[in-house]
């Protein structure tokens, strides 16, 4: 089936531990992007790439790194730099052709907390 | 960034009941989608509208496109126990841009 997949769904680590979190799709969508929930609140954007080998910062980027070097992958890194990073993750793609243009589709989330 | 305002926030209703719901932005969007949250897990797409105007169903699911482009409505008809969760919406101002998400309605039914 196709889809987004997201791991690992759930991930602890100690302060001043970075930890990547996956993000697979294999809908064939060129643009993917990593989003996180916070209770309350809107998805807030974090990073997006439009293309292969091109990324582009969001509204809360600090604190996170990304890279691109495959269409079907979009690994999201959240490092020690970041300050409050307890949150939800979610990946979502969007094709840019097609009869599904603009939309939005997301995968199952991962859960960080951060002991 | 902008965000989406939402209303009500959260509605507890009795199963069989119809629920309305709105979306709405000081910015005109020309993309606007519906998602439904279950907790812990991914939002799954109900409906994507495109044109003001516009009123399309899923089931018993029906949404709308201000005419004014600014907001967005969704019902749900002859509610039923699964359909607890948070909806939320999001728009899209011109194509290709980044959507923005409001931060949802919580939805509760009670048998």
């Known amino acids: 089936d196709g889809g987004i997949t997201q791991s690992p769904k759930y991930l602890f680590r100690k302060e001043g531990q970075n930890v990547t979190l996956s993000c697979e799709q294999n809908?064939?969508?060129?643009?993917m992007y990593w989003y996180r929930q916070d209770p309350g609140q809107g998805l807030r954007l974090i990073y997006y790439s439009q293309i292969v080998n091109d990324f582009q910062k969001g509204d809360i980027a600090e604190g996170y790194s990304v890279s691109r070097e495959k269409k079907e992958s979009f690994p999201l890194t959240v490092t020690s730099a970041q300050k409050n990073p307890t949150a939800f993750y979610l990946c979502?793609?969007?094709?840019?052709?097609?009869?599904?243009?603009?939309?939005?589709?997301f995968g199952e989330g991962s859960r960080l907390t951060v002991l | 960034g902008q965000q989406l305002n939402q209303s009500p926030q959260s509605m507890f209703i009795q199963e069989g009941e119809d629920v309305s719901m709105n979306c709405t932005s000081s910015s005109i969007f020309n993309t606007w989608l519906w998602y439904k949250q279950e907790p812990g897990e991914g939002p799954v797409l109900l409906i994507a509208?495109?044109?003001?105007?516009e009123l399309t169903s899923n089931g018993r699911l029906t949404a709308q496109f201000g005419i004014t482009r600014k907001d967005s409505f969704l019902n749900i008809s002859a509610s039923i126990p699964s359909d607890v969760g948070i909806y939320f919406c999001?728009?899209?101002?011109?194509?290709?841009?980044?959507?923005?998400f409001g931060p949802g309605t919580r939805l509760s039914v009670l048998p």
């Open positions: 809908l064939n969508h060129d643009a």
């Open positions: 999001a728009g899209q101002r011109n194509y290709g841009q980044n959507f923005v």
């Open positions: 979502a793609s969007s094709p840019r052709t097609g009869p599904d243009t603009g939309e939005l589709f």
């Open positions: 509208l495109y044109k003001a105007g």
